[in-house]
């Protein structure tokens, strides 16, 4: 794939999820970077259009800046499959299998790859008080970690000590979700590893001075996460946690870039998610990543560009 194959460039940015901001931010960042490159760029927000809107009209090519419901579930990837297309990340299956946690774990497990205990809840569940007896089937015990099946960027995640603040939090969480997933609490220290096009570019530690790496962490300076490039890990595990992220790329069928997830706990790696549209702002981890391997912010833009494919 070259260069000339591309020149119009439509910016897929904001939609309606709760990482709106942090789409609008990352698309805008990108938008610069792709013009300073020499492509045409041209923008759509879903959030004011319905994406069959898109016109095929002067478009080569869909960089997705998406992040979150709708954008990276599968559902923006399905109308530019129906378009005919190409477009950067995965593709309708796996960004759909990647979003949904549950159907993810089940894929990690499948592959061997570890990741911590978790069960599935409903509001059946939590009215039929199922929720000590499945926590003890599973050996489960506090803290335990409450998310919503679908969201990224750690919105309505709640790690809960003890069994009040879990119902307390469930009960709070299934008025908006119809699904979470409870999951063992692993400490020990965050690592996220980038991979684009199948290679793995990298792993950094991140220092939360937060209870974890949530939404404020991520994306505010005054959470003062503190960033390690390279990760503090003995060079044989860094290499380990590296084949990891690359084998669970692959295990989704993932293309272009992602981020996977982990802590590193007792010698053990434990994949907590995979991130196949992970953020492009200025305070994310891939670009970061990518600049410590000597990648600039333009030739990452340009590489992931480059990538675009209609999935097959």
């Given at each position: 794939m070259n260069r000339k194959r591309f020149n119009k460039v439509l910016v897929v940015l904001g939609g309606t999820s709760g990482e709106r901001a942090v789409s609008l931010d990352s698309g805008q960042a990108c938008i610069k970077a792709l013009k300073k490159k020499g492509y045409k760029v041209s923008t759509f927000d879903p959030?004011?259009?319905?994406?069959?809107?898109?016109?095929?009209?002067?478009?080569?090519?869909?960089?997705?800046?998406?992040?979150?419901?709708?954008?990276?579930?599968?559902?923006?990837?399905?109308?530019?499959?129906?378009?005919?297309?190409?477009?950067?990340?995965?593709?309708?299956?796996?960004?759909?299998?990647?979003?949904?946690?549950?159907?993810?774990?089940?894929?990690?497990?499948?592959?061997?790859?570890?990741?911590?205990?978790?069960?599935?809840?409903?509001?059946?569940?939590?009215?039929?008080?199922?929720?000590?007896?499945?926590?003890?089937?599973?050996?489960?015990?506090?803290?335990?970690?409450?998310?919503?099946?679908?969201?990224?960027?750690?919105?309505?995640?709640?790690?809960?000590?003890?069994?009040?603040?879990?119902?307390?939090?469930?009960?709070?969480?299934?008025?908006?979700?119809?699904?979470?997933?409870?999951?063992?609490?692993?400490?020990?220290?965050?690592?996220?590893?980038?991979?684009?096009n199948g290679v793995p570019l990298g792993a950094i530690e991140l220092i939360p001075k937060r209870l974890f790496y949530d939404y404020k962490a991520k994306y505010t300076k005054k959470a003062k996460t503190e960033h390690v490039m390279p990760a503090k890990l003995p060079t044989k595990k860094y290499k380990e946690v590296l084949k990891i992220a690359k084998k669970a790329h692959l295990a989704l069928n993932c293309r272009g870039v992602t981020r996977s997830d982990f802590k590193f706990y007792k010698n053990n790696f434990y994949i907590l998610e995979i991130n196949t549209q992970p953020g492009m702002t200025g305070l994310s981890l891939v670009p970061e990543i990518a600049k410590f391997k000597g990648i600039s912010f333009d030739n990452l833009v340009e590489k992931i560009l480059l990538d675009a494919s209609i999935n097959r």
């Open positions: 959030k004011f259009k319905n994406f069959n809107l898109i016109s095929r009209k002067n478009i080569d090519v869909i960089f997705n800046a998406l992040h979150g419901r709708d954008g990276e579930d599968g559902v923006a990837q399905s109308y530019f499959e129906y378009l005919k297309i190409p477009y950067t990340h995965s593709g309708v299956v796996s960004s759909f299998t990647a979003m949904n946690k549950i159907n993810s774990k089940k894929i990690f497990i499948q592959n061997k790859i570890k990741t911590p205990k978790f069960i599935s809840l409903t509001k059946h569940d939590l009215k039929t008080n199922t929720i000590q007896k499945m926590l003890k089937y599973k050996k489960m015990v506090f803290p335990i970690v409450l998310k919503p099946i679908n969201e990224g960027s750690s919105l309505g995640v709640e790690v809960c000590k003890n069994i009040k603040k879990m119902k307390r939090s469930l009960n709070f969480l299934l008025k908006k979700y119809d699904q979470l997933i409870l999951e063992e609490y692993i400490g020990g220290q965050e690592i996220q590893v980038a991979v684009i």
